[in-house]
């Protein structure tokens, strides 16, 4: 599966740290990439001037089995990436596709040697993308059968094939999805379905045209049933001639390379955020059942209270509640009634009368 950055991040690293290093250093690593791609980087601190880069990576085929040497017109592309700098070497290291000899002393140290380490770096991306752009150009009226474009079918990974279909106006490249777990199915679906339509909208206008089916489409009538059967459906580009001019070319090229790497990281990053948005739902409703369970543990402190307004009148001094005493009766004698009835002022006398208290603690005198 090709990665989104060009540059290999951990190569660009070590080169970086060789470069810039005050003393010769001896190094002797091997890096591996994406469980396929892989490096082995050397350096001698008995010969500091030259770095050695060995590289394994898996290449682009037509389903045919592969040859271990890169083809010359590849060989060319990676030479001049920096001619200067580095050059390939033979006999070939047992085990590896390609070995570059580097000479990091022409590098000047400025800001600019960090963009040609980076290029050197992308040296694994300048490999796949020459080999999709030499099979594009080399499309010719031999892949035409019974007047329909045959379509090629190119595998960078054994699990993730895709399809290149030349036509007279367009470039058609078609991606048949798979996914083992059901949940990234749903997921993956519901993407590419949005995928399409935020391709058709006008924002999108100048982008290449995306559609997707749930079946195979007509341009791979005739292929292999094991090439066909997808639990995703399939994802179609057209590719116009303004997509491949001039700098766009490796653009385009490039995407289309990491298409399926793309979708996969958006389908992770989906199931993650899901997961994280579950635990936090589930965790805000048990924190209520966890609140009472420690409510439960926690002994209950209970305090004798007594009646609050006769409280309030034993623990008043003497001139409160002279005074309590005063309002209290200004408020009965406001309810006195316009209307006089014949009796009301002995029952007044009889039962409204204001309760004397007297306070609780008691002194004797002591003779």
């Known amino acids: 599966m090709a990665c989104f950055e060009r540059a290999s991040p951990a190569l660009k690293e070590i080169l970086l740290k060789i470069h810039g290093a005050e003393r010769p250093m001896e190094v002797d690593h091997h890096l591996h990439e994406f469980g396929s791609v892989h490096y082995h980087v050397q350096c001698s601190a008995s010969d500091p001037v030259y770095t050695y880069i060995s590289i394994s990576t898996p290449l682009l085929s037509r389903g045919l089995p592969l040859s271990s040497e890169l083809p010359k017109h590849t060989l060319e592309m990676v030479k001049n990436i920096c001619p200067n700098v580095m050059e390939t070497m033979e006999p070939l290291k047992e085990g590896f596709q390609l070995t570059l000899k580097l000479n990091l002393s022409r590098i000047p140290h400025s800001k600019a040697s960090t963009k040609t380490i980076t290029d050197i770096s992308s040296v694994q991306a300048v490999i796949l993308s020459s080999q999709l752009k030499e099979i594009l150009k080399n499309v010719d009226s031999h892949e035409i059968s019974r007047g329909i474009y045959k379509p090629i079918k190119l595998v960078y990974h054994p699990r993730e094939p895709f399809f290149v279909i030349k036509q007279p106006t367009k470039i058609a490249a ?67 001639s303004r997509h491949v001019k001039g700098k766009k070319l490796d653009k385009t090229v490039w995407n289309l390379l990491n298409f399926y790497a793309f979708v996969k990281y958006h389908v992770k990053s989906t199931r993650g955020f899901i997961q994280r948005r579950m635990r936090m739902r589930l965790d805000r409703l048990v924190q209520p059942l966890k609140n009472v369970e420690i409510e439960e543990d926690q002994p209950m402190k209970t305090t004798a209270k007594g009646c609050t307004p006769m409280s309030k009148w034993i623990s008043a001094s003497k001139s409160k509640i002279a005074e309590r005493k005063h309002e209290f009766t200004k408020k009965i004698k406001r309810l006195r009634s316009r209307i006089k009835i014949h009796g009301f002022g002995r029952f007044r006398r009889r039962w409204l009368k204001i309760p004397r208290f007297s306070p609780v603690t008691r002194y004797m005198k002591l003779e």
């Not at 399409?196 to 045209?209: L, N, T």
């Not at 791979?220 to 590719?239: A, H, K, M, Y």
Request: glycine share 4%; aromatic share 8%.
């Open 174 to 240: 078609i991606f048949p999805m798979r996914f083992k777990e059901p949940e990234d199915v749903i997921i993956a679906t519901a993407f590419l379905q949005e995928l399409m339509d935020v391709g058709s909208s006008k924002a999108c206008a100048k982008a290449p045209h995306c559609t997707w089916s749930p079946i195979p489409p007509p341009e791979l009538r005739g292929e292999p049933i094991e090439d066909l059967s997808t639990n995703c459906g399939f994802v179609s580009f057209d590719i116009m």
